[in-house]
């Protein structure tokens, strides 16, 4: 941990559990039959954690790499739903969002980074204003997984 009470703070918003529900909380104990039921007109457990999976990497890249392009919206952030989602690929997910969080922890522990500059590629955003949009996209959808979870009597987990 740092003695910058904004990095402090941006690490802990990241992780979750701070006004907000983490993801690992919102996803504990959650049955593997859970993951892709999809109630009528909203996304599946998998499916929203998939999409901030997929746009947390995004948002990793686009701020990190000056070459990085994109996907397209919106079929490049929001999977389809598998009945038959197999065991590795949930871990896959997981896994993935994982890693990207670490690079945006590692990003905010920077000493050496300054993150209310500019990124040098990207002129028009900050540091600050791409960690803040990866943790308040999370938060969202992690929210949206809660309610999942109550409509579906699965809340709170039995392993709070």
Do not use: C, F
């Not at 993801?23 to 993951?35: N, Q």
């Not at 038959?84 to 922890?105: C, F, I, M, N, P």
């Not at 600050?128 to 959808?141: D, G, K, P, S, V």
């Amino acid at each position: 941990m740092t003695a910058d009470p904004l990095r402090q703070t941006l690490t802990e918003v990241l992780r979750g559990g701070q006004a907000h529900v983490g993801l690992e909380t919102a996803l504990a104990g959650l049955r593997p039959e859970w993951r892709t039921h999809r109630p009528p007109g909203l996304h599946s457990i998998w499916q929203l954690t998939e999409h901030i999976r997929l746009t947390q990497h995004d948002i990793v890249r686009y701020t990190l790499e000056a070459s990085w392009r994109s996907p397209p919206w919106p079929d490049g952030y929001w999977p389809e739903n598998y009945s038959d989602l197999s065991e590795a690929a949930w871990q896959v997910t997981l896994k993935g969002y994982h890693r990207d969080l670490q690079d945006l922890l590692a990003l905010v522990q920077d000493p050496q980074r300054d993150l209310v500059t500019e990124l040098p590629h990207r002129r028009e955003h900050t540091y600050l204003r791409q960690i803040l949009l990866a943790a308040e996209h999370t938060a969202y959808h992690t929210g949206q997984i809660v309610s999942l979870r109550r409509a579906l009597g699965d809340w709170p987990p039995q392993r709070l």
